[in-house]
């Protein structure tokens, strides 16, 4: 189930919701924490290298929205670090969301939106997660397996970060934007729908911190990894507009 999408790096999740698996420096580090209902998956992929959920020595999360918390708390209460960006500790340990630019109504149109309230539904994501401890962080590098360096990308969430893993030549931008829209069910790079956004402007200001890194891969949080560079993955984004 889990693909390898840079070196020591493992996608998991499904179709819709991404998470990431960082084997680095002998380490292991968890990048988000998908639907409640994919906790068996992390496991398996774990047992397949001889380790397990305890062995993981943080778990980052690029923003604390419900699809992104899933097993936070199951492998917070294994032992395991759970550190957010500061500005989204609240929403981390209280599962109340901030207030959001647009409404899902207009989306019930699309097949897209219905496939993902099934598989939220179908994987436990549709209750808000509390974890029960966070440690919050800001910019900078962590010390954490792969070193990655937080650029601070809200927009998305007030709190929302992407990780630059310079060694990997990848970098994870979360829901800084996406190649799949998880309500329109557009694919290519574009900022997630404003129905989850805290803020659409925002959110398009924070991708020009992206567009001139220089990395091979760019893993999001809904859809598939983008190969053809940050600078282009922007420019689609801002000619797509939001949605
Ligand atoms: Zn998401």
């Known amino acids: 189930m889990a693909t390898e999408v840079a070196p020591g790096v493992h996608r998991l999740g499904n ?113 808000p997660v509390k974890i029960a401890e966070v440690t919050p962080f800001t910019e900078g590098e962590l010390d954490v397996p792969g070193r990655p360096r937080v650029v601070h990308t809200p927009g998305h969430s007030p709190g929302h970060v992407a990780l630059h893993f310079a060694q990997q030549g990848a970098l994870i931008a979360g829901d800084a934007l996406c190649t799949y829209n998880p309500l329109t069910g557009r694919m290519g790079p574009q900022l997630m729908p404003g129905a989850f956004a805290w803020s659409n402007d925002r959110a398009m200001d924070s991708l020009g911190r992206l567009e001139g890194m220089d990395v091979e891969v760019l893993l999001v949080g809904h859809g598939d990894p983008w190969t053809a560079g940050a600078g282009a993955a922007v420019a689609r984004a801002r000619e797509a507009g939001p949605s």
């Open 15 to 127: 179709e819709i919701v991404n998470f990431y698996l960082v084997e680095a420096d002998g380490g292991l580090l968890l990048v988000d924490a998908g639907m409640p209902g994919f906790y068996a998956q992390l496991e398996s992929l774990l047992r397949s290298r001889g380790r397990s959920v305890a062995d993981i020595d943080a778990l980052l999360l690029t923003h604390a929205h419900p699809d992104h918390v899933g097993i936070a708390e199951r492998v917070r209460a294994a032992g395991v670090p759970v550190r957010v960006h500061d500005a989204d500790v609240g929403q981390a340990r209280t599962g109340k969301s901030h207030p959001r630019e647009g409404g899902m109504l207009r989306h019930l149109r699309h097949r897209a939106t219905w496939r993902l309230l099934a598989t939220g539904a179908r994987n436990g994501a549709l209750k």
